[in-house]
């Protein structure tokens, strides 16, 4: 079963005040604690929208083919199917979000090993029983990537499948980064 990995970075950062995906974190940019998290996965795409060119030179991309999805602002759903679209020759798409620089490696291996594609449509990393990342989502899913729509991503869709959750607090944290204030916390 060949896998592969999807890492969604292409909005503006509104909430944030500017390009997160640039914003320093442990003496990095924060996209890249997400992309070396399925460094292992290949093949992979990290999908780019607002400030694309910029992102590109200033962030090691961990090997991952960045793909730029020129609707971005009509929210998550085209960057998923402008990723997606990128992964063709796939059984299944572990999907992680760029703002999340507590997905760790380790979090992302314990949902490929969970994922059986006789059984499960997708496995949802879930978070003391919250669903999050990473979302590992099979083929029965993502042939039917033509029915997103808005920022909702592919949550309708999870709704009426079989979907594993892998209760993952011990493995990594789920937060992600909406402002500055919480950039600081960390």
């Given at each position: 079963m060949r896998i592969g990995a999807l890492v969604l970075a292409a909005g503006e950062g509104r909430r944030f005040g500017g390009t997160k995906q640039l914003a320093e974190l442990d003496g990095r940019p924060l996209l890249e604690h997400a992309l070396a998290a399925v460094a292992d996965v290949s093949p992979r795409v990290v999908v780019l929208g607002h400030a694309a060119e910029e992102i590109r030179a200033a962030v090691d991309l961990h090997g991952a083919e960045p793909v730029v999805c020129e609707r971005?602002?009509?929210?998550?759903?085209?960057?998923?199917r402008c990723g997606l679209e990128a992964l063709p020759d796939v059984d299944a798409v572990v999907v992680v979000l760029g703002d999340q620089p507590g997905i760790t490696p380790g979090v992302i291996a314990a949902a490929l090993d969970a994922f059986d594609?006789?059984?499960?449509?997708?496995?949802?990393?879930?978070?003391?029983?919250?669903?999050?990342?990473?979302?590992?989502?099979?083929?029965?899913?993502?042939?039917?990537?033509?029915?997103?729509a808005g920022d909702a991503g592919f949550r309708d869709?999870?709704?009426?499948?079989?979907?594993?959750?892998?209760?993952?607090?011990?493995?990594a944290d789920p937060a992600d980064i909406d402002t500055?204030?919480?950039?600081?916390?960390r």
């Open positions: 971005w602002a009509e929210g998550q759903s085209a960057s998923l594609p006789e059984r499960d449509d997708a496995v949802r990393a879930t978070y003391d029983g919250v669903p999050g990342h990473p979302v590992v989502l099979g083929r029965a899913l993502l042939d039917r990537m033509d029915e997103l869709l999870l709704a009426g499948g079989r979907v594993r959750e892998l209760e993952a607090a011990h493995l500055r204030e919480e950039l600081a916390g």
